[in-house]
Each structure stands twice: as C-alpha cells, then as structure tokens.
C-alpha cells in the first residue's frame, strides 16, 4: 500500500507563488512516476504536471507551461510543484499522484494511488 500525502496549500494573492509538496509512504519506489492533478468546485479533475522517475522528463498542462515547475527528491520520497504568478483560476483542491504507465502521461487512468488534496486559493 501506498500513501501520499500533499502540504503547502494555502491563500496567496495573484502574482504569488507556492511549493506543493507530496511525500510518499508504504510500498515506495523512486521509479514510479508521478505527477500533480487539480480540481476547482464544479470541473473536472485536471492534469497539471508529471515526473519520470529520474526527473529528466516531465510534462506540462498549457496552463502550467512557464509558471508551474515539478521536481522530485528520490532520497526523501517527495515530489514538488513550484507554482509562481499564479492566478485566481488556478484555485483548486490540488492532488499528487503515482503513475502505473511506463511513460510520463496526463492521462488521469493511469494514475492508481492519489493522496488527498490541499486547497490553493488564489485571491485577485
């Protein structure tokens, strides 16, 4: 079983800037990969970014592209997303989860373990 689990959500103004951070316990491995989903009342969850294993690929949602940075440290089982100039559109519930494809994908299905969110509210 696998565990994740997401902090540093919070309110921040427009312009601002937040890091998530997922860290994952239980039957962990640093070759998964793993990426960052969001949910704002009334959508659909959305992707926002993904990691391979050894960090050297990661994809990015439109949205994200140019603000948004996802990184990972194997050693701490963690996995980050560095948001900046964020906007009030991006306020959701936003979710980490580890990925069962062997490649890096914004497929929502090939995401089997998710943790349980934290809200990023962005004021104007």
């Known amino acids: 079983q696998v565990t994740l689990v997401e902090s540093g959500g919070g309110l921040v103004q427009a312009g601002g800037s937040l890091r998530l951070s997922c860290a994952a316990s239980?039957?962990?491995?640093?070759?998964?990969?793993m990426g960052w989903f969001r949910q704002a009342p009334g959508k659909e969850r959305e992707f926002v970014a993904a990691?391979?294993?050894?960090?050297?690929?990661?994809l990015y949602a439109d949205s994200a592209k140019g603000r948004f940075t996802i990184s990972r440290d194997n050693a701490k089982n963690t996995v980050y997303l560095q948001m900046n100039s964020l906007k009030p559109e991006d306020t959701a519930v936003y979710y980490c989860?580890?990925?069962?494809?062997?490649?890096?994908?914004?497929?929502?299905?090939?995401?089997?373990?998710w943790g349980q969110g934290t809200q990023v509210t962005v004021s104007s």
């Open positions: 989860a580890r990925s069962q494809s062997l490649v890096v994908t914004a497929r929502r299905y090939n995401y089997n373990y």
């Open positions: 239980g039957h962990t491995s640093s070759t998964y990969i």
């Open positions: 990691i391979s294993w050894s960090g050297s690929t990661t």
